[in-house]
């Protein structure tokens, strides 16, 4: 709100939405990033920054540095926050979430300042680099023009650096931590075979069905050369994961490309990443239990693995609680925003809740009540709904049993 972070005349609420959208690395803009002063946008640098790390990451290290012991409850949240079964490794973890986060942007920021650096002056092409970076590595979404990188559409180079920040920001620092580790297939966790394989093979699908879905919409793709095709395809196929940058117009994609990005928006990135979504593993132990059960198999297996019960109930219990939110807030949203088409209500609250930041246009057309939701679901999406449950109900054990009883199912 301050003049010398926005020189425009913009409303308490839309400048919390900002900040909300920049913590929770979400991207979604009431204000164009483009009207804050230099300052402002750095501002919301250092708010994204601190969001895609996490604020669990540096209230541990605070807390530990201070010499401080967590007390149970705590513990229990950071374990939850931090995606470790080991009160011990919680530090370490938190350790290398900064040394990973600085290490990848400080190589992410050169490169991206070298590609821009044709386009424009070197200061401008630094700085561009530098808040491209900040955004891309934590999902963020957030661009310094309106029109967010379609102007780069047909960049390979800035379209490959950009996706690649995405990606790694996306797998989750314990899978980059472990490969850094044992650098060799045989020796990484099986959790990190899972993110690795899940993420090729979600990227390489949706990329083949962008290009095809997309290949003769003259309003996206149509009017491309090949090439220019395929980079926009792949870049489409990358950032619903969960970045939220564009280059090409989100509300001109076809039905079924616009279904294809909300599901991956639904999905999401890897656990203790910067992207949100239900997360990789939720998604993979889920098909995995389907696939078990259709088998009739007693136990979920993955990699000669066996996959513990109690991670397939948080599974089941994570998408049932982030369904709810969704039809929630899209019902909700239906009553405060009738005048706007269904789609883009949908699409608006997967991109919030997933803390994508595309969005077909409705952002901007929201009312104050509108507004207010979007912002809860971008909190909500960023904490993770789990943690919110825990928070709300923390868990208690109980030694009492019932006689089972058969419930129709199907």
Same mark, same amino acid.
């Given at each position: 709100?301050?003049?010398?972070?926005?020189?425009?005349?913009?409303? +308490?609420?839309?400048?919390?939405?900002?900040?909300?959208?920049?913590?929770?690395?979400?991207?979604?803009?009431?204000?164009?990033?483009?009207?804050?002063?230099?300052?402002?946008?750095?501002?919301?640098?250092?708010?994204?920054?601190?969001?895609?790390?996490?604020?669990?990451?540096?209230?541990? /290290?605070?807390?530990?540095?201070?010499?401080?012991?967590?007390?149970?409850?705590?513990?229990? *949240?950071?374990?939850?926050?931090?995606?470790?079964?080991?009160?011990?490794?919680?530090?370490?973890?938190?350790?290398?979430?900064?040394?990973?986060?600085?290490?990848?942007?400080?190589?992410?920021?050169?490169?991206?300042?070298?590609?821009?650096?044709?386009?424009?002056?070197?200061?401008?092409?630094?700085?561009?680099?530098?808040?491209?970076?900040?955004?891309?590595?934590?999902?963020?979404?957030?661009?310094?023009?309106?029109?967010?990188?379609?102007?780069?559409?047909?960049?390979?180079?800035?379209?490959?650096?950009?996706?690649?920040?995405?990606?790694?920001?996306?797998?989750?620092?314990?899978?980059?931590?472990?490969?850094?580790?044992?650098?060799? +297939?045989?020796?990484?966790?099986?959790?990190?075979?899972?993110?690795?394989?899940?993420?090729?093979?979600?990227?390489?699908?949706?990329?083949?069905?962008? +290009?095809?879905?997309?290949?003769?919409?003259?309003?996206?793709?149509?009017? /491309?050369?090949?090439?220019?095709?395929?980079?926009?395809?792949?870049?489409?196929? *990358?950032?619903?994961?969960?970045?939220?940058?564009?280059? *090409?117009?989100?509300?001109?994609?076809?039905?079924?490309?616009?279904?294809?990005?909300?599901?991956?928006?639904?999905?999401?990135?890897?656990?203790?990443?910067?992207?949100?979504?239900?997360?990789?593993?939720?998604?993979?132990?889920?098909?995995?239990?389907?696939?078990?059960? /259709?088998?009739?198999?007693?136990?979920?297996?993955?990699?000669?693995?066996?996959?513990?019960?109690?991670?397939?109930?948080?599974?089941?219990?994570?998408?049932?609680?982030?369904?709810?939110?969704?039809?929630?807030?899209?019902?909700?949203?239906?009553?405060?925003?009738?005048?706007?088409?269904?789609?883009?209500?949908?699409?608006?609250?997967?991109?919030?809740?997933?803390?994508?930041? /595309?969005?077909?246009?409705?952002?901007?057309?929201?009312?104050?009540?509108?507004?207010?939701?979007?912002?809860?679901?971008?909190?909500?999406?960023?904490?993770?709904?789990?943690?919110?449950?825990?928070?709300?109900?923390?868990?208690?054990?109980?030694? *009492?049993?019932?006689?089972?009883?058969?419930?129709?199912?199907?």
């Amino acid at each position: 709100m301050l003049p010398i972070c926005n020189p425009t005349n913009i409303s +308490w609420l839309e400048a919390a939405f900002t900040a909300t959208s920049a913590v929770t690395v979400t991207g979604l803009a009431v204000v164009d990033t483009a009207s804050f002063t230099r300052l402002g946008q750095v501002v919301i640098a250092i708010l994204i920054q601190l969001g895609g790390l996490g604020f669990m990451t540096f209230a541990v /290290l605070a807390f530990f540095s201070l010499q401080r012991r967590l007390n149970m409850t705590s513990q229990i *949240i950071a374990r939850e926050a931090l995606a470790e079964t080991s009160f011990g490794d919680i530090i370490s973890t938190a350790k290398s979430v900064i040394g990973i986060a600085l290490s990848v942007e400080i190589v992410g920021m050169i490169l991206l300042t070298l590609s821009f650096s044709p386009h424009m002056p070197w200061g401008e092409a630094l700085y561009h680099g530098f808040f491209y970076t900040i955004s891309a590595f934590n999902n963020a979404g957030f661009a310094l023009s309106s029109d967010s990188l379609t102007p780069y559409v047909g960049n390979q180079q800035i379209n490959l650096i950009i996706t690649a920040l995405i990606i790694i920001g996306g797998l989750g620092f314990l899978v980059i931590k472990d490969m850094l580790e044992h650098r060799s +297939w045989h020796k990484i966790s099986v959790n990190t075979k899972l993110v690795l394989s899940a993420t090729v093979i979600i990227n390489l699908i949706a990329f083949a069905l962008f +290009w095809l879905l997309e290949r003769h919409n003259p309003a996206t793709l149509g009017n /491309l050369n090949l090439i220019d095709q395929a980079t926009a395809a792949w870049f489409q196929a *990358i950032t619903p994961r969960t970045a939220g940058f564009n280059t *090409i117009a989100i509300d001109q994609l076809t039905d079924a490309s616009t279904l294809l990005t909300m599901f991956l928006m639904f999905v999401g990135g890897g656990s203790l990443s910067t992207a949100s979504g239900i997360k990789l593993g939720t998604f993979a132990v889920l098909i995995l239990t389907t696939f078990s059960f /259709l088998r009739q198999r007693d136990h979920v297996t993955v990699f000669e693995r066996s996959i513990p019960e109690r991670q397939v109930r948080k599974s089941l219990a994570l998408v049932s609680i982030t369904l709810m939110l969704i039809f929630l807030s899209v019902f909700i949203l239906s009553v405060i925003e009738a005048r706007h088409p269904l789609e883009d209500v949908l699409f608006e609250v997967v991109s919030a809740l997933s803390t994508v930041g /595309l969005s077909r246009g409705l952002t901007g057309n929201l009312s104050d009540a509108g507004e207010a939701i979007i912002m809860f679901m971008m909190f909500a999406g960023r904490v993770g709904p789990l943690t919110l449950a825990y928070l709300i109900a923390m868990p208690k054990s109980t030694r *009492i049993r019932y006689p089972e009883t058969n419930v129709l199912i199907g």
